[in-house]
Each structure stands twice: as C-alpha cells, then as structure tokens.
C-alpha cells in the first residue's frame, strides 16, 4: 500500500516533499546524462512536474525516398540540388529548453536548458531564455545537477529544504 493511501489524505507525506540534499558534482562527457541525473532527482517531488521536451526535426518520408532516388541513379548533382530544396519539418520549437515543467509554488514554468562539458547557449536558446524570464517564467542553464537546484531555491518555501 502507498504512503498516501495508508495515511489517508489526498496529498503525500511530508518527508517525500522535502528536496533531498544536493548531490555532488559530477563530469558529465554530455549533456544526455546530465538530462538523465535531473529528471532522475527533481522527478519525484510532488510540487515540481517535469519531463524532457524532445526538439529538433526530420524529412518527410517521400522527399528522402525522391532523394534516395537520385542517390541510386547516381545523379548526385541532382540529389545534391534536391536536397538543397527540401523542406524539414521541425518538431517543438527551435531553441526551446532541454526539460520543461510546472513548479507547483506560484503556478511558475519552468525550462532547463542542460549543457556538456564545452556546450554554449544558441542565439535562438538565448532567445527562449528572454522570453521565458519576460513572461515570469524560470530558465535554467544548467551544467550540473546543482545549478538547478540552487536556482529553485529561491521560488521554494523553506520548509521543503532540508537545512
């Protein structure tokens, strides 16, 4: 039985609300794992709802098939001006942050832009970034696991930390 259902409230237990204590630095070789670590962490805390938002984009299915076409023919010329036209179909918005969610405290978005070892903010992520603080939201570049937990603090009650 769940620790709600055996308390008998609709809500969970304290302890689970408290944030844990940060954990140390860790190298990361890419930003991957570093989405991993904070998903892991931060997703198990009922004020804070968040989930990774997939960017980026594709061709469509007939324009690669023409362009395999050219390929097998061997007109690479072709393929070459083909490929120079065709038109990608991009998924979420460009420039949008890695993880995305809800803080529960304020009702207050919250993006969280994770970065490698050697990474740097896009102009279309460091426009994301303005509009997301212009609209009262909370963006985060993060780096490591701490760089996100050090930037909620501040939209947190005390009583969820642990010291």
Known sequence: MTEMAESGSGSPDTKSKVLPPCPPAKEYNNERELQHD???FFG?????KIWRNNTGMAYG???????????RKGNLKGALDFFKIMQPIHYSTIGA?????????GGKFIAIECKGPKGDQSD??????????????????????????NAIRSFVPREFFPC
Not at 64 to 71: A, D, N, S
Not at 97 to 105: K, M, P, T, Y
Not at 125 to 133: A, G, I, R, T, V
């Open 44 to 48: 198990s805390l009922p004020w804070l």
């Open 124 to 149: 279309m992520q460091k426009y994301w970034k303005l509009m997301m603080e212009d609209q009262n939201g909370i963006h985060i570049v993060a780096w490591q696991v701490s760089d996100v937990y």
């Open 61 to 71: 299915y007939s324009q690669v098939k023409c362009l395999v076409g050219f390929i």
């Open 97 to 105: 942050s890695d993880i995305i969610g809800v803080l529960q405290f």
């Open 38 to 40: 904070i998903l892991i």
